[in-house]
């Protein structure tokens, strides 16, 4: 079914306000799902993949650092997925190159990782080079980079599948490099150890979008229904507090 991108967005803000996610964390998480779907990178499987778990995250700890230094920091996500969680690291990363020039930030126990690629263009956009790279899987394992040079508008993603061992201390980690000094620009490539490497520039993702803000997006029914089911729970709430104040005082 095609709806548009308003009507998706405001679904996607019910569902995860529903779902208890925090003033201004739904917001992001809506948009980062946004992002990856009108840029070609398909937000919606990313969503589909990761929407049994939503509900776990608010019964999990919010993200805590337990390193830190003028150029650094380690943060445990404590297995949150990125939608509420990746925006704040990259801001953390972003306040620290502006400081000292570059910085890099290592988020642990963190899911759904893709979801990065919108606040790291937003900080490209502003005016600094931003690189992420993750691994996904145990058997094969996919490699993932993507990078904003600063000042650009769109970003450029990469993935791979490797030969490479998985790492055994955390298999939902993340590394962010942001720098105020040097263009970042990285990609996988089809060297020894990686096999089906698919890079997108920066101009294909800008074609991508040109192409679904004509279009439209496309989602399955069952996500679509999902979706709206969850974000039922926001209008049963607010109905219920209507009753109760209806009449005034």
Not at 130 to 158: C, D, F, L, M
């Amino acid at each position: 079914m095609n709806i548009s991108m308003n009507e998706l967005k405001a679904a996607l803000r019910r569902c995860f306000e529903a779902s208890q996610y925090f003033v201004g964390n739904y917001e992001d998480a809506a948009n980062m799902i946004l992002w990856l779907e009108k840029h070609g990178l398909n937000g919606l499987g990313e969503l589909k993949r990761g929407l049994p778990y939503i509900d776990e995250d608010r019964e999990k700890e919010l993200s805590s650092v337990i390193y830190e230094d003028s150029t650094s920091a380690i943060i445990d996500s404590h297995g949150r997925s990125a939608l509420n969680c990746i925006a704040a690291s990259v801001d953390l990363a972003h306040a620290k190159a502006l400081e000292n020039g570059i910085a890099t930030v290592t988020v642990h126990n963190c899911h759904n990782r893709k979801f990065i690629l919108k606040a790291l263009t937003d900080r490209g956009r502003c005016g600094i080079s931003v690189a992420a790279y993750w691994q996904n899987g145990s058997g094969p394992v996919t490699e993932h980079a993507a990078a904003i040079k600063a000042g650009e508008r769109y970003p450029s993603y990469s993935e791979a599948t490797t030969d490479l061992p998985a790492s055994t201390d955390d298999k939902q980690a993340l590394t962010i490099i942001c720098s105020s000094r040097v263009d970042l620009a990285v990609s996988l490539q089809a060297s020894q150890g990686n096999r089906n490497a698919r890079h997108i520039s920066a101009e294909q993702v800008e074609k991508n979008k040109q192409q679904s803000v004509e279009s439209g997006i496309e989602i399955a029914p069952d996500l679509w229904d999902e979706i709206n089911r969850i974000g039922a729970g926001v209008l049963v709430e607010n109905s219920e507090l209507s009753r109760q104040g209806a009449g005034g005082r």
